[in-house]
């Protein structure tokens, strides 16, 4: 993160990787904005100079667009938001019968 710009830092002790994200427009130009006007350059054209290059060649994740803008949203906008814990399970069939907050009905996990 503190590659894209130098302000970019993890504050939260969790991961920001999920299972899914809403992004909210105004938050992701903002945050392109900042990278932009201190690389010169687009966006995708700093994100990608930045990822490690061992890293750009299938041996592992070098970037996470979820981790980069969970922690920007803590970060400038926390009284935006709430982190909270949900429950969720992937399921290969809809007959269930528990409390969950969501599920994920993969197509290749159907029965």
């Known amino acids: 993160?503190?590659?894209?710009?130098?302000?970019?830092?993890?504050?939260?002790?969790?991961?920001?990787?999920?299972?899914?994200?809403?992004?909210?427009?105004r938050i992701v130009r903002?945050?392109?904005e900042m990278v932009e006007e201190n690389g010169n350059k687009p966006f995708w054209q700093i994100f990608l100079e930045k990822v490690e290059p061992w890293l750009r060649?299938?041996?592992?994740?070098?970037?996470?667009?979820y981790e980069l803008y969970f922690n920007y949203v803590c970060k400038f906008h926390s009284d935006e938001i709430e982190v909270r814990e949900l429950s969720?399970?992937?399921?290969?069939k809809l007959d269930f019968c528990k409390e969950l907050n969501?599920?994920?009905?993969?197509?290749?996990n159907r029965e």
């Not at 060649?57 to 667009?65: D, L």
């Not at 969720?88 to 290969?92: D, G, I, L, Q």
């Open 1 to 25: 993160m503190g590659r894209l710009h130098p302000d970019f830092t993890r504050v939260y002790e969790l991961s920001g990787i999920c299972h899914h994200m809403m992004f909210e427009t």
């Open 30 to 32: 903002e945050m392109f």
């Open 57 to 65: 060649h299938g041996f592992g994740s070098g970037a996470s667009e």
């Open 88 to 92: 969720w399970e992937n399921v290969r």
């Open 102 to 108: 969501y599920i994920s009905h993969h197509h290749f």
